[in-house]
């Protein structure tokens, strides 16, 4: 159980990164769905501040990831900051349902973070 959690949390946390990546290509891209809107339409501000958003949160978070690979309780911590940080700042990035798999996503990572920071200080 205990290398499972290590491993979801490192899934999850490049997923993360990866979901960011993709969210600043499509901002930019602003492709047209097959609903007939465009993709900035659950934005609530510039495009370009969500861009910048999501920058910000790929370093984060992979220095994160780069601290809980080498199994540092301090990526865990950070981890969690910035979640719970982000997901404050983005109730006022997105309207409406959007924001809602963000909350379930960052819950998620939270609570293997914490799984994974007790693990390692239980390892201490």
């Not at 959690?5 to 999850?12: G, R």
Request: charge should be positive; include cysteine; charged fraction near 10%.
């Amino acid at each position: 159980m205990q290398n499972a959690t290590h491993k979801i949390l490192l899934t999850l946390t490049s997923l993360t990164i990866i979901g960011e990546i993709a969210s600043i290509i499509l901002w930019t891209l602003n492709p047209t769905l097959p609903s007939g809107l465009m993709m900035r339409f659950s934005l609530a501000i510039d495009y370009i501040i969500a861009i910048a958003n999501a920058a910000i949160m790929i370093i984060f978070n992979s220095l994160s990831l780069f601290l809980i690979i080498r199994k540092n309780k301090k990526g865990c911590i950070l981890l969690i900051l910035i979640s719970i940080i982000n997901r404050a700042f983005s109730h006022f990035i997105f309207i409406g349902g959007a924001h809602l798999f963000s909350v379930a996503w960052t819950a998620l990572l939270i609570i293997f973070a914490y799984l994974e920071y007790k693990r390692l200080s239980a390892r201490d």
